[in-house]
């Protein structure tokens, strides 16, 4: 099992930028997948950004471009930046490891692109 605490969510304009950080703990980071998913009100959890542990990524079409996700297996650390961003990025952002078919998630933590 990894414990997983992310940090750097906040309010920000459009068109500026954030960058998310979620720290593990527990297991051995580097053995990992680790995805950013997001969350708004009434709408489904949707993957954003997956690392895989050959550090190949990939994103959902409608980050493509302006969302870049990174891992530091040293710090045991994953991280999203956000570039770019729009109202309708708002949301709830979690990080996610997964393993051998088990998921850990984070607490979240809250993105808000407003005016």
């Known amino acids: 099992q990894v414990q997983l605490v992310e940090s750097g969510g906040g309010l920000v304009q459009p068109g500026g930028s954030l960058r998310l950080s979620c720290v593990a703990s527990g297991s051995i980071f580097r053995l990992y997948a680790m995805s950013w998913y997001r969350q708004a009100p009434g709408k489904q959890r949707e993957l954003v950004a997956v690392?895989?542990?050959?550090?190949?990524?990939n994103y959902l079409d409608s980050v493509k471009g302006r969302f870049t996700i990174a891992r530091d297996n040293a710090k045991s650390t994953v991280y999203l930046q956000m570039n770019s961003l729009k109202p309708e990025d708002t949301a709830v952002y979690l990080c996610n490891a997964q393993r051998m078919g088990r998921n850990d998630w984070g607490q979240g933590t809250q993105v808000t692109v407003s005016n």
């Open positions: 690392i895989a542990t050959t550090g190949i990524t």
